[in-house]
Antibody, heavy 115, light 112 residues
Framework: QVQLVESGGGVVQPGRSLRLSCAAS????????MYWVRQAPGKGLEWVAL????????YYADFVKGRFTISRDNSKNTLYLQMSSLRAEDTAVYYC????????WGQGTLVTVSS | DVVMTQSPLSLPVTLGQPASISCRSS???????????LNWFQQRPGQSPRRLIY???NRDSGVPDRFSGSGSGTDFTLKISRVEAEDVGVYYC?????????FGQGTKVEIK
């Protein structure tokens, strides 16, 4: 069955960096585009970044452009989100989700940006 | 960006009674291929989102048939025919027709 497992969240100071991972299994990872979506505490869902199945194209929400980098390693079936220059407003649960149909989601990993 | 507006934002429901959530988009969601990419998600307390409905009215595998989706153009509805205790949570619509994808604000369903 399809599984997406995020990791790498934690507490980080403003201005610092963090890398999230999303380990995929149960499907042909290299055939699907992948999203990062986040949810601030008590708030709704917003897309953060998209990477094409082969990694050739990447798209970012304006509020992370220039600070976050999405990448993937299809040989390891893993999606990444490198986050730098973190701000308090980046505090959220970060989910990876499969394809532009968002048909499968991971359990999420919490990132808290606080001094 | 396409704005997705859900109503109501809070929906107290009696067990066994129907519930209906509206989702309106600021532009038509009909894509050039003729499909309408409007999905519905359920997020139970403490859980990640789960897709219930895709392309307006198609139920995902394992989704009870008390959930149904309908609509066209800019006006969409998620209906629960008879609410059960496990249906408590927040429901989101999402449009995938126009870039970037955008979610509705969410509708919180709770038991009266």
């Amino acid at each position: 069955q399809v599984q997406l497992v995020e990791s790498g969240g934690g507490v980080v100071q403003p201005g610092r960096s963090l890398r999230l991972s999303c380990a995929a299994s149960g499907f042909t990872f290299s055939s699907y585009g992948m999203y990062w979506v986040r949810q601030a505490p008590g708030k709704g869902l917003e897309w953060v970044a998209l990477i094409w199945h082969d990694g050739t194209k990447k798209y970012y929400a304006d509020f992370v452009k220039g600070r976050f980098t999405i990448s993937r390693d299809n040989s390891k079936n893993t999606l990444y989100l490198q986050m730098s220059s973190l701000r308090a407003e980046d505090t959220a649960v970060y989910y990876c989700a499969r394809s532009n149909q968002f048909d499968y989601w991971g359990q999420g990993t919490l990132v808290t940006v606080s001094s | 960006d396409v704005v997705m507006t859900q109503s109501p934002l809070s929906l107290p429901v009696t067990l066994g009674q129907p519930a209906s959530i509206s989702c309106r988009s600021s532009q038509s969601l009909v894509y050039s291929d003729g499909n309408t990419y409007l999905n519905w998600f359920q997020q139970r307390p403490g859980q990640s989102p789960r897709r219930l409905i895709y392309k307006v009215s198609n139920r995902d595998s394992g989704v009870p048939d008390r959930f149904s989706g309908s609509g066209s153009g800019t006006d969409f509805t998620l209906k629960i025919s008879r609410v059960e205790a496990e249906d408590v949570g927040v429901y989101y619509c999402l449009q995938g027709t126009h870039w970037p994808p955008t979610f509705g604000q969410g509708t919180k369903v709770e038991i009266k």
